[in-house]
């Protein structure tokens, strides 16, 4: 901020806005069908029959996961009081002050543990660069302009990753339902084809947790997979606990090429495929090979829609989803024989490959928008725009 264009100041936060909270709580709009809308941490969340301000404004996120989002918010509303409302003073651009507002770290304002809060006594003391009326009116229409690009940008290729999904579904879909017959009822499998249990076809392991009062447990010869360490990858070889051999000993040994599903919370079919010996916690069911199927086979099957839907199906229906391992025995899967199993495992992983580079790609090109965006903004409140 030493070489501003001239023209330009510095000024604190406090200067250029003013800030004032809300005591309106969600419960005060519940079913209520008012005229005007209420903001919340991630937008609408209501209407009332009133509104607190009458002009534009910013809502500022002071409480909660959001914590430091901001809202430009519309003549005529209101907020929750998890928001603040910052109002600007005269010859402030809102836009300009939402920009900048953007700019700012409020991970250093942070305080809070299980309910995280700023304050604007905190962060009012921000140096904001202010160049006059009209040069602020002209950074944001630049500003507006190239956002805009890079906004359609990144929806285009979050669009193209969703599909890259949905390619993968669809490659699953031929290769288990050859016939394109969805009612199990109905369905005639191939010729050498079999409906099969898991527990016919493996191992059914539900893992344990060593205890964590005997640290010599632990160590880093052997991985724990948990639910966590199941990123979306194939092989799984890394885990964040680890056991060393007398924990491996008092737990539940999975050689490599076990398959990993959780079958428990939240995350309740979520998969994975061993690439090291280890062992799993008691979210996990493990299902060891034998001879009749392929590893790799058996995880793209798992991965499919069709086993998602009825491992699901089959879990019980609380707040917290869970199959036991008796039920999750008797999940079926059509089994080719061996040397189909491994060409459509061969063909599937290949296909699997293409599409995780492309991924890759993908995310790495909005990576690199988000971050073409912040340079925008450091250029634009260094008077280089």
Avoid at 22 to 41: C, Q
Avoid at 291 to 309: A, G, P
Wanted: hydrophobic share 35%.
């Amino acid at each position: 901020m030493t070489n501003l264009p001239q023209g330009w100041e510095i000024k604190r936060l406090e200067e250029v806005c003013k800030n004032s909270s809300s005591n309106l709580a969600l419960k005060d709009i519940k079913d209520k069908n008012g005229r005007y809308p209420v903001f919340g941490a991630s937008g609408i969340v209501g209407y009332v029959d009133f509104y607190h301000k009458d002009k534009e404004c910013l809502g500022i996120v002071k409480d909660g996961a959001g914590v430091g989002r901001i809202f430009i918010l519309p003549k005529n509303t209101s907020v929750i009081g998890t928001l603040n409302y910052l109002e600007t003073f005269e010859n402030i651009n809102l836009k300009y002050l939402f920009y900048f507002l953007n700019n700012i770290d409020f991970s250093k304002y942070v305080l809070g543990a299980a309910i995280p809060h700023i304050y604007f006594r905190d962060y009012k003391k921000e140096q904001i660069p202010m160049p006059p009326l009209k040069e602020q009116e002209r950074i944001v229409g630049i500003l507006d302009e190239s956002f805009a690009k890079i906004d359609e940008s990144i929806k285009i290729l979050e669009q193209d990753l969703l599909n890259l999904d949905e390619l993968m579904q669809s490659a699953l879909q031929k290769a288990f339902n050859p016939l394109k017959d969805n009612a199990k009822e109905n369905y005639q499998l191939p010729q050498g084809w079999e409906w099969k249990s898991l527990g016919e076809i493996g191992e059914i392991i539900t893992g344990t947790t060593p205890s964590k009062n005997n640290p010599n447990f632990y160590g880093n010869e052997y991985p724990l997979f948990k639910p966590s360490d199941l990123n979306g990858d194939m092989i799984i070889k890394f885990a964040s606990d680890n056991l060393s051999k007398l924990g491996f000993d008092n737990a539940r040994n999975l050689p490599k090429n076990t398959i990993l599903i959780v079958c428990i919370g939240a995350s309740i079919g979520k998969i994975g495929l061993s690439g090291v010996n280890g062992s799993c916690n008691q979210q996990i069911n493990a299902v060891i090979s034998n001879s009749t199927f392929i590893s790799k086979y058996l995880f793209f099957v798992c991965l499919s829609n069709y086993f998602q839907e009825i491992l699901k199906k089959n879990a019980s229906q609380t707040t917290l989803p869970i199959i036991n391992k008796t039920e999750f025995s008797k999940l079926q899967i059509p089994l080719p024989p061996l040397k189909e199993q491994k060409q459509i495992a061969s063909y599937l992983d290949e296909l699997s490959l293409n599409i995780k580079a492309l991924k890759e790609n993908y995310k790495t090109q909005i990576k690199d928008y988000e971050e073409l965006k912040k340079s925008l903004l450091k250029k634009a409140f260094e008077g280089r725009l």
